[in-house]
């Protein structure tokens, strides 16, 4: 009877003992999981609270020709986890389905509990010809297409696309330069120039209007320049005097102007002459 | 002292083994039915209720999860309450199956595309890796239900007294 004793303190059988272990481990990792989702899971909620903001947007005349847009956008993450590779790519065209141009920022990380500051430099070419000159000229909506990407808690890949039309305010509206009846004789011809339009865009137009008179076979038959100071908003009309060229005929020529301001000079679009 | 087939064990040195009555682990197993319940059917539905409630498209429908819940929760039902007995080792594993198949069904549908309402933004979230890792623990369920049943098989019995001890 003795012989048949299990010994004292016995020991689980070798799978038992296995499967008891390799239970606790799945209950570890259940644990630790369920933990790490809660917390990503709160943490998220505070980042979305906290949302993207855009800051000092501002739009400018750049001295190749272009319209920049500068200023930067921040996101905060008030959260327990970083916020990693966090790139934005965008894409603007005009009303016509013209690419305008594009920007990118990133990657970058934001550390849990910082502000990440991402800045945003556009330029959108506004030369008097080409497909793009309208921006000068006309008013219209801009297609936005945005795309950004960011790893959010080690484990949760983000994606945001977004695809919006913004508003496109033209710094010279409606722009529109005529040239009157020559006057004078013997000596110096003058006619009236005539220039009309509305500055939509949301900063003044800034600087000197310089126009030259073209006649139909590219002679300069004169010009000359005056202070702009037109406030976003308002409409602009007003009427300089020209000389001409003793000869020269502007008839069936056309009027070249040339916006100058600190960012750089801008030529706009030609007006014929009839 | 009490006899187990032809060993005698003396239960202040082993332990020995009490089986709780079948009534009494219906009962338990009742109880543990209620935090089950609430993590894994109450919880979902009302988090995809709630955003359901405002007008986002749910990655998956409220009925797929009421009725994976069901499942899982009755099966680790009949886990408890078969215990002492040969099929626990198999309901084991098909417990742990059934919620690999419910996490890998969950892949599927990874990423979870949310459009803004308006239409302008939408938002793709990835969730593959965590469900991946997720894995790992039914994955490991299913390892353990088989060493159970084949403990179970090699020696029926032997784990009694360390799962039941009096």
Known sequence: MAALLVPRHR?????????????????????????????????????????????????????????????????????????????????????????????????????????????????????????????????????????????????????????????????????????????????????????TFSDHASSPDVGTLAFVIESSNFVDCG???????????????????????????????????????????????????? | MSVSGRVVVPAQETGGYQIPSLGYRILVAALRLIPSFFLLVALPVAALTFVNSRGIALPISIFEVEAWGLVLLALGTARYISKPTRAYGPLSVAVSLMALLYLLYALTLSPYRLVIPGGSASVAAGYSMFLELAMVVPAIGIVVGLLITFEDARSPKERLPFDFPA
Do not use: M
Request: hydrophobic share 40%; charged share 10%.
């Open chain 1, 223 to 274: 010009g000359g320049s005056f202070p702009l100071d037109v406030p976003a908003g308002s409409l602009y009309d007003h009427t300089d005097t020209a000389t001409l060229s003793p000869g020269c005929s502007p008839s069936g020529g056309q009027l070249l102007a040339t916006y100058s301001s600190a960012g750089g000079t801008t030529p706009l679009p030609p007006e014929a002459i009839p």
């Open chain 1, 11 to 195: 020991r689980p059988p070798a799978i038992y003992r296995v499967a008891r272990a390799l239970r606790w481990v799945s209950a570890i990792v259940l644990i630790a999981l369920v933990i790490f989702a809660g917390t990503v899971a709160y943490s998220a909620v505070e980042v979305a609270r906290s949302s993207v903001q855009s800051r000092s947007l501002s739009a400018s005349f750049a001295s190749n020709g272009t319209v920049a847009v500068a200023g930067s956008f921040t996101l905060s993450n008030p959260g327990l986890y970083p916020i990693q590779g966090v790139t934005l790519t965008a894409r603007i065209a005009n009303s016509a389905g013209v690419f305008l141009g594009a920007f990118g920022v990133g990657p970058n990380d934001i550390a849990p509990s910082t502000t990440g500051v991402f800045p945003i430099a556009l330029y959108l070419p506004v030369s008097a010809s080409g497909p793009t000159k309208s921006l000068l000229t006309e008013d219209q909506y801009l297609a936005v297409n945005a795309w950004g990407n960011a790893t959010y808690a080690y484990l949760f890949p983000l994606s945001v696309s977004l695809s919006e039309t913004r508003y496109w305010g033209a710094p010279f509206e409606g722009f529109h330069a005529s040239v009157g009846t020559p006057s004078g004789g013997g000596g110096a011809i003058t006619v009236p120039i005539v220039v």
